[in-house]
């Protein structure tokens, strides 16, 4: 659906949104107040809510969240530095905002490009532990996430649960060209 709204009026359709991060005049502090006004929630879904900061998706919230050390399960409250991982977020985002081809790595080639991202069950680019992934949050609005159980230890569902069967019964076949 596309809606076409007088500059004058477009706080009424965008108005909502957090503080995007690639704003050249983010600002952190309003970032901030949003994510800890409700410690309760799990970090992964905080950080994918656009009312608390825009900008951040699936990808840019697993690869910060492994930078930071962080399981996507970490209720807000007991993030060790929830400035440290925004400011991480949005580095990432600009790293990568002039090209296509992303990479959180620094290293561009496919299978080497992103720490966790997509590498369910392969090894962690850092420990060699096996990249784990589940769906976090509610129907429809989950997700799957993915993390290193080594490099960031917390709240995680446990192998064999629910959370990560869902994953294997959503996994789309692999095609080989």
């Not at 399981?71 to 905002?97: I, Y």
Request: net charge neutral; hydrophobic share 35%.
């Amino acid at each position: 659906m596309l809606e076409l709204v007088e500059t004058a009026r477009e706080d009424a359709v965008v108005g909502h949104l957090g503080p995007d991060l690639l704003d050249p005049a983010f600002d952190r502090d309003e970032a901030l107040r949003r994510l800890g006004s409700d410690p309760h929630p799990e970090i992964g879904q905080a950080l994918l809510d656009q009312r608390n900061l825009a900008g951040i998706g699936n990808l840019y919230k697993a690869e910060s969240l492994f930078l930071r050390r962080t399981s996507p399960w970490t209720p807000v409250a007991e993030v060790d530095d929830l400035g440290a991982l925004v400011d991480t977020a949005r580095r990432l985002l600009d790293a990568n905002k002039a090209h296509a081809a992303q990479t959180t790595t620094g290293d561009p080639r496919a299978g080497r490009n992103h720490y966790v991202f997509e590498r369910s069950r392969r090894p962690c680019l850092r420990c060699g532990t096996p990249v784990a992934s589940a769906m976090q949050g509610v129907a429809p609005y989950d997700r799957i996430t993915y993390w290193c159980p080594t490099c960031q230890p917390g709240p995680a569902p446990a192998p064999g649960s629910p959370e990560r069967s869902a994953v294997r019964r959503q996994r789309a076949p692999r095609t080989t060209y």
